[in-house]
Nanobody
């Protein structure tokens, strides 16, 4: 069965950095686009970043462009989200996604 397991969240001060990881299993990872979403308290789920399966091309929501980087390691069945210059408004539960499958999410809190 498909499994997505995120890690790397935590509490960080504004301006700090975190790297999220999502280890995938149960499907041919290299064949699928992968996405990171986030959901802040009281808000809907938002697509943060997408990375294609073939070219590795990436797409970002405007609010994170220039600060976040999505990448993948097909040998490790892992997708990453490097988050720099974090802001309080980045506080959310971050989840990775493929097709109709979701991980359990990892909490990111940006606060001084």
């Amino acid at each position: 069965q498909v499994q997505l397991v995120e890690s790397g969240g935590g509490l960080v001060q504004p301006g700090g950095s975190l790297r999220l990881s999502c280890v995938a299993s149960g499907f041919p990872f290299s064949n699928y686009d992968m996405r990171w979403y986030r959901q802040a308290p009281g808000k809907g789920r938002e697509l943060v970043a997408d990375i294609s399966s073939t070219s590795g091309s990436t797409v970002y929501v405007d609010s994170v462009k220039g600060r976040f980087t999505i990448s993948r390691d097909n040998a490790k069945n892992t997708v990453y989200l490097q988050m720099n210059s974090l802001k309080p408004e980045d506080t959310a539960v971050y989840s990775c996604n493929v097709q109709f499958y979701w991980g359990q999410g990892t909490q990111v809190t940006v606060s001084s």
